[in-house]
């Protein structure tokens, strides 16, 4: 009989998660936990079987319709099947709208991002508009605005799926993506309203109901500054948009679910988000929840990546054995666990103190910790995301390569994820910035040295210490290089990492011991110590910077 190799499968997301299971017994109060896991599990076990559904629904990308067959300009975008069920499943379990809701207080982010974490690796990137939609909502709520937020915001905190709108934001032009100081946009008051003239070169999600957008007031200053923020409604009461045109959806290597097209503002209607100036400022709340689900993100792609790779490599038989139990295959599998949940614990922690900012209980110090975490997870994770997911493909052979597996969708959509809210490097430097308010960095290494000092068992203690170490000696770097700001800025992108490094490694040493504490068993200690060996301490791994001008010049 011919050999046919078995696909990999999912269990449920939940009860298949060690982790996730671990952490939430860690973090949520009893009741709380008890209160939320049954739709936890529920959600563990839609993603397996979205997943499937997601196989099937492969080849249904967004389609453009500008014309109706009568010659009117109607610029409709029709979606997948999976995209509009995922739209009515975000909006029944809440996906955005537990955020405001706060069953569970400050940990209500925690209780969120749970149940997206178990989930959005089966919907075909809704976490795209999703993550919009909760950093608009954030916004709208910091700038004040009652008009806007009586508007708006139970709409976008809605679980009925026939009212819950989305939103975009616009922020992206043929200037350039994160230089938005650059922006051409235009606006102008016309008979005592505000429109909107202009291109919006990258706008994800366009199907949204709204957006938050930036545009330079007529007579508006230079730069950032100069720029306001404003609310756009898309369409009118009849689905008509509202002088806006779809030029084009954007022919993506991934994310291909994602409706992202270019737009042009011709005199779109708008209203000031607050005030007509300090636009860039006012979309900060906006930034800290999107890098969020950023980081999050890139943990559950990471968990998606390692459940496939795990269950094949059980189905697997090549040289007499199961893949799982080659031990070259299996030190392959551990570098991607170990991987996957040190980006989780880090994307939480970011997760927690987003909690405590929505609940405004941060301490000063964790008001610091939040300003240089919440780009630190971001950078790191998606990074982290990349490599694992170019490492499941190979895990696959030959059928990683293959797209109607629906394996190489998993890498090109993390490939996204450095690339989202700020690259790397955009991201190392606002980590600079961050650490330039006093205390900042000391804030860090509290948070470092406290995980540490968790770990009693004595390979965990080893853990903290390296963790330790190498955030002092990044520290010590720092200091040493301040008074040459281009050497700074040479090194901001392994210095950002090894921050990034070292509080994962700190965490997962924290975690492990209370895993050991608590009889869990001694797979997070392995995590830890597998992590502790890849690689914590990134500023070595750079040369003279000479030598890295030679070779960019070529």
């Known amino acids: 009989m011919a050999f046919y190799q078995e696909p990999p499968r999912l269990a449920n997301q939940y009860d298949d998660d060690a982790l996730v299971r671990e952490y939430l017994a860690r973090s949520l109060p009893g009741d709380a936990l008890a209160a939320h896991e049954p739709e936890y599990r529920e959600l563990g076990e839609l993603a397996a079987e979205m ?31 999976l995209w509009k069920r995922a739209q009515a499943l975000s909006a029944e379990h809440g996906l955005v709208a537990a955020a405001y809701e706060r069953p569970v207080g400050d940990l209500s982010r925690v209780h969120q ?23 608009a909502t954030r916004t709208l709520l910091d700038a004040g605005n009652a008009e806007l937020i009586e508007r708006a915001v139970p709409r976008l ?37 505000w429109r909107l003239y202009g291109t919006k070169w990258f706008t994800s999600a366009t199907t949204s109901q709204m957006a938050l957008t930036l545009a330079r007031p007529d007579g508006g200053g230079p730069g950032g500054r100069g720029l306001a923020l404003f609310y756009v409604e898309l369409r009118d009461e009849d689905g008509r948009l509202r002088n806006i045109q779809i ?29 007509l100036d300090s636009g860039v ?10 890098r969020t689900w950023n980081a999050v993100a890139a ?19 090549a040289f007499g054995a199961a893949l799982v139990e080659k031990p070259l295959h299996a030190d392959t599998l551990a570098w991607m666990a170990a991987e996957a949940e040190a980006g989780f614990h880090l994307a939480f922690r970011a997760a927690e103190l987003l909690g405590k900012y929505d609940g405004k209980s941060l301490t ?57 809210e700020g690259t790397t490097n955009v991201l190392s430097l606002d980590t600079l910035r961050a650490l330039a308010t006093e205390g900042t960095f000391e804030a860090v290494h509290g948070e470092v040295t406290r995980l540490a000092g968790q770990a009693r068992e004595g390979s965990l203690a080893a853990c903290g210490r390296a963790a330790v170490a190498a955030l002092t000696r990044a520290g010590e770097w720092l200091g040493r290089s301040l ?57 070595g791994s750079g040369g003279p910077r000479e030598d890295a001008a030679l070779l960019a010049r070529g």
Request: proline residues 5%; aromatic residues 6%; hydrophobic residues 45%.
């Open 51 to 81: 997943y499937t559904a997601s196989l099937a629904d492969r080849l249904n990308e967004p389609v453009l319709t500008a014309w109706d067959p009568w010659g009117h300009r109607i610029d409709h975008i029709e979606v997948s099947p």
């Open 113 to 135: 991002f749970a149940m997206n974490y178990l989930v959005q690796a089966s919907l075909d990137i809704y976490s795209c508009p999703l993550a919009m939609t909760d950093g």
């Open 157 to 193: 905190t809605s679980r009925d799926p026939a009212r819950m709108w989305t939103s975009g934001q616009w922020m992206t032009e043929r200037t350039g993506g994160s230089d938005v100081g650059q922006s051409e946009t235009v606006a102008r008051q016309v008979d005592g309203a």
């Open 247 to 275: 030029n084009r959806l954007k022919d993506k290597l991934g994310t291909r679910k994602v409706p992202t097209a270019e737009l042009t503002l011709d005199g779109a209607p708008a209203t000031p988000v607050r005030g």
């Open 281 to 290: 400022r006012n979309i900060v709340p906006m930034l800290s929840v999107t």
């Open 299 to 317: 943990a559950w792609a990471m968990r998606r990546g390692v459940a496939l790779a795990r269950d094949y490599a059980r189905r697997r038989r």
């Open 364 to 420: 000063a110090e964790e008001e610091k910790l939040f300003r240089v975490i919440t780009p630190i997870a971001k950078l790191t994770t998606a990074k982290q995301a990349v490599a694992v997911a170019s490492e499941t493909l190979e895990c696959f052979g030959g059928a990683g390569y293959i797209e109607d597996t629906g394996l190489p969708r998993i890498l090109a959509d993390a490939q996204v994820l450095p690339i989202w």
């Open 483 to 539: 008074g040459d700001p281009a050497e700074v800025e040479a090194g901001a992108r392994r210095f950002a990492l090894t921050l990034g490094r070292s509080l994962e490694l700190a965490m997962l040493a924290a975690h492990a011991q209370w895993c050991l504490d608590q009889d869990r068993g001694p797979r997070a200690a392995a995590a830890a110590r597998r992590f502790a060996a890849t690689g914590i301490d990134l500023l």
